[in-house]
């Protein structure tokens, strides 16, 4: 165990338990199971994240879902792009409820419109490194905003149950550093009975199934924080994991990281 990985596991045993621990019945899919790569690095180059707002009961946006899956193919994936499709709960009145959706994806899409990052909610809504972006919608590439240096963002599993996320960003932030990190799934499948996707079979991939947020703090030059690997009951033919963070109320990431989860 590196020197810093062992400070981080010092200072959260002296500090008692992390706040916010996963409820403990997402735990039906345990990544303890899984024979996990001990590290997730981003480098010193920013890297993009691509997040999809959308809704099974939607019905514009399983096209949106299936140009977000074709991403699983991009050379640039998990590099210096990771995309995420995170389910809205503002569409489950309307015929259907979005086991994926989650209403703290909705909040962060508002922040987004709070910080003019985005100008309105809507689904399938993309935005693309903290900026809204339409170009799918008229049907451009996906060109990535040019890659400043933000400092490395890495991720370590110490066991098959917790993980450390490190940060090292160019200066010291003014403001909380905040993190999020998340367990994809791809290629999960729902059947949907009801609203306007009534009758089809929606595949998703890059979906969040189960995340965890926080507060980074600073020791010895570095933000860090211990938290549990989140797990889901959702099962998926693959998985990832990947972790961002940002800077106060703002939602927009300064740093991107994450990489595929392999089998036992």
Same mark, same amino acid.
């Given at each position: 165990?590196? $020197?810093?990985?062992?400070?981080?596991?010092?200072?959260? !045993? !002296?500090?008692?338990?992390?706040?916010?621990?996963?409820? %403990?019945?997402?735990?039906?899919?345990?990544?303890?199971?899984?024979?996990? =790569?001990?590290?997730?690095?981003?480098?010193?180059?920013?890297?993009?994240?691509?997040? *999809?707002?959308?809704?099974?009961?939607?019905?514009?946006? =399983?096209?949106? @879902?299936?140009?977000?899956?074709?991403?699983? $193919?991009?050379?640039?994936?998990?590099?210096?792009?990771?995309?995420?499709?995170?389910?809205?709960?503002?569409?489950? #009145?309307?015929?259907?409820?979005?086991?994926? %959706?989650?209403?703290?994806?909705?909040?962060?899409?508002? @922040?987004?419109?709070?910080?003019?990052?985005?100008?309105?909610?809507?689904?399938?809504?993309?935005?693309?490194?903290?900026?809204?972006?339409?170009?799918?919608?008229?049907?451009? $590439?996906?060109?990535?905003?040019?890659?400043?240096?933000?400092?490395?963002?890495?991720? @370590?599993?110490?066991?098959?149950?917790?993980?450390?996320?490190?940060?090292?960003?160019?200066?010291?932030? %003014?403001?909380?550093?905040?993190?999020?990190? !998340? *367990?994809?799934?791809?290629?999960?499948?729902?059947?949907?009975?009801r609203? #306007?996707? !009534?009758?089809?079979?929606?595949?998703? @991939?890059?979906?969040?199934?189960?995340?965890?947020?926080?507060? *980074? #703090?600073?020791?010895?030059?570095?933000?860090?924080?211990?938290?549990?690997?989140?797990?889901s009951?959702?099962?998926?033919?693959?998985? %990832?994991?990947?972790?961002?963070?940002?800077?106060?109320? $703002?939602?927009?990431?300064?740093?991107?990281a994450?990489?595929?989860?392999?089998?036992?």
């Amino acid at each position: 165990m590196s $020197d810093s990985l062992l400070k981080w596991k010092t200072a959260s !045993a !002296a500090h008692g338990p992390w706040r916010g621990l996963l409820t %403990a019945g997402l735990i039906a899919v345990s990544l303890g199971a899984q024979a996990l =790569p001990t590290r997730f690095s981003s480098g010193e180059a920013q890297v993009a994240l691509l997040e *999809l707002y959308t809704s099974e009961g939607c019905s514009s946006c =399983p096209p949106a @879902d299936r140009w977000l899956s074709k991403l699983q $193919d991009d050379p640039r994936l998990w590099r210096e792009l990771i995309p995420v499709a995170l389910h809205v709960d503002y569409w489950d #009145e309307i015929g259907w409820t979005d086991v994926f %959706a989650s209403p703290a994806h909705t909040t962060r899409q508002q @922040d987004y419109v709070r910080h003019a990052g985005l100008s309105q909610v809507y689904t399938p809504g993309l935005v693309l490194q903290g900026r809204e972006w339409r170009g799918w919608f008229r049907g451009q $590439d996906l060109h990535l905003p040019a890659a400043r240096i933000a400092g490395p963002l890495t991720i @370590d599993v110490l066991d098959g149950s917790q993980a450390t996320i490190r940060f090292v960003p160019p200066e010291k932030s %003014a403001n909380e550093l905040r993190y999020t990190i !998340a *367990l994809l799934g791809i290629g999960v499948e729902s059947a949907i009975g009801r609203g #306007e996707n !009534a009758g089809k079979r929606l595949r998703h @991939d890059f979906v969040v199934l189960a995340e965890h947020s926080g507060p *980074l #703090e600073l020791l010895n030059g570095e933000y860090g924080a211990n938290m549990p690997l989140p797990a889901s009951h959702r099962s998926a033919a693959r998985y %990832a994991l990947v972790a961002w963070v940002s800077r106060g109320s $703002d939602p927009a990431p300064l740093q991107a990281a994450g990489g595929w989860l392999t089998g036992p």
